[in-house]
């Protein structure tokens, strides 16, 4: 058990890191980096990290890995192509397309940063839409935060699916508090 630990407090930063680094790299050198070779950079390491999310010991860091690689892929086409995309919409893609890798991991490590980007495209779809006047936006963001929270809580019907939800459960809830009382 305290090899486990060992093992993830190393690994999961690690993984953290080299999924920072590779949107770093990519953004320190744009113009510099041929189209192509970014699409293929991040497209690499975003199909090795997912190749490396079916062996059992590599699979939380490696899908870790593989969730920041999508944000940054996405990212990554909004800036190449200009789609005009609005910002929530980029961040609801990218929870929708990452959240077979979130419940396959079952880890913590990556509920929390799925909960995060949840977190992120409601606030700017609240951002965008919420400012109507009679718009009913703010109250179903905060339900849906609500819901959220309850399904990541640790009474929750579905917990045995999920796995450890603990940190993304208690960022939810605290951000969810914190939308409310704005």
């Known amino acids: ?9 190393a690994q999961l930063p690690a993984a953290a890191f080299i999924g920072f680094g590779i949107i770093m790299l990519i953004a320190a050198n744009w113009d510099g980096i041929p189209k192509f070779a970014r699409f293929a950079l991040v497209g690499g390491v975003l199909a090795a990290a997912a190749l490396g999310g079916f062996f059992a010991k590599l ?41 077979p890798w979130a419940l396959a991991a079952r880890h913590d490590a990556l509920w929390t940063a799925w909960s995060i980007v949840v977190l992120t495209a409601l606030a700017l779809w609240a951002g965008t839409f919420g400012r109507a006047k009679g718009s009913d936006v703010t109250l179903m963001v905060w339900m849906i935060e609500i819901g959220l929270a309850t399904l990541l809580g640790p009474r929750s019907p579905v917990q045995a699916l999920l796995g450890a939800t603990r940190w993304a459960f208690r960022i939810v809830a605290l951000l969810a508090m914190a939308h409310f009382t704005q």
């Open 1 to 9: 058990r305290a090899q486990q630990c060992l093992r993830a407090s």
């Open 59 to 99: 699979r939380t860091p490696a899908l870790l890995v593989a969730f920041l690689a999508t944000g940054g892929f996405l990212a990554l086409i909004g800036q190449t192509y200009q789609t005009g995309a609005d910002p929530w919409g980029l961040f609801a893609v990218w929870a929708a397309v990452t959240l």
